[in-house]
């Protein structure tokens, strides 16, 4: 019995032995953790062309950028063995035993969780119901990031969430992340530009209905002359919270204060009128 190839089948011819990566993770390395991740985790289309997603890539740790009240910042590389590879900031939430974030139920008001087993579980303040509440922070945070920017608000990119743990592109040249406005030495008139592009934020929130909830200027970038807004987990749907109007306002007095004591004076209430008129 002989067979033949029947006409119109494609054939296939290999050149040379396939190779394949035999490298596994080393130390202080993971397998990149997004094709772990589903679609409804992953930052806002079109994606950057920077953005590493192959499953052959590893997630290395390079040290702590900041920690904070509720969450640590970490700088990871993720690359494919033998290629270029991009910078990354990991915000890790710690559990609510460990974190300083006194003011949650503030900023909840007007949020709502749909499974009735886990608001059971944080109302009784299990371990269970921290860790849930940790990865609500997370995914709330996540969230804001993807609706800032895709409201054009100049936020870090939003790559993606994992259970605690946020990816977000990370801002500042090589590995020395960019300072926060308040470490600026810039005074008087040298601000202005700066107040503008922060006031333009603000701006931008109110025209989508929210308040920074916590603007300062700690969580204000500033990268090449160009201001970034960072720490967004207590972004604040104004018209759903019966305190966004307070929230606002205090991001405005925050704003103002900061930029007056360094020689520029901005008076507050004239600024929060015109933030109120983007409102409705």
Not at 172 to 184: I, K, T
Request: charged share 20%.
């Amino acid at each position: 019995m002989s067979f033949s190839t029947p006409v119109g089948t494609p054939t296939f011819a290999f050149v040379g032995t396939p190779t394949f990566s035999l490298a596994e993770p080393g130390e202080n390395q993971r397998w990149s953790t997004w094709p772990a991740t589903t679609p409804t985790e992953r930052g806002p289309m079109p994606r950057p062309s920077w953005l590493v997603t192959s499953a052959a890539a590893f997630d290395t740790e390079l040290g702590v950028v900041k920690t904070g009240k509720e969450a640590d910042v970490h700088l990871i590389e993720r690359s494919v063995p033998g290629e270029h590879g991009v910078l990354l900031a990991a915000k890790r939430y710690r559990g609510l035993d460990n974190s300083d974030f006194h003011r949650s139920a503030q900023y909840q008001e007007g949020r709502r969780l749909r499974n009735t087993r886990d608001m059971r579980a944080m109302a009784r303040g299990s371990s269970y119901g921290r860790g849930v509440a940790s990865g609500r922070w997370a995914f709330a945070e996540f969230e804001a990031l993807c609706r800032a920017f895709s409201a054009g608000v100049p936020v870090p990119y939003p790559v993606q969430v994992s259970a605690t743990e946020i990816l977000m592109e990370f801002i500042g040249d090589g590995r020395v992340a960019a300072p926060r406005l308040a470490q600026s030495k810039a005074r008087g008139a040298e601000l202005d530009d700066l107040f503008g592009q922060v006031f333009e934020i603000m701006r931008s929130f109110a025209r989508a209905g929210v308040a920074h909830g916590d603007l300062s200027a700690y969580n204000l970038l500033v990268h090449d002359g160009r201001v970034v807004v960072i720490d967004l987990p207590q972004l604040v749907d104004i018209a759903a919270n019966p305190g966004g109007l307070d929230f606002l306002h205090r991001d405005v007095v925050n704003v103002c204060a900061w930029f007056t004591r360094r020689g520029l004076p901005r008076e507050p209430e004239s600024f929060f009128a015109e933030l109120v008129g983007e409102l409705w």
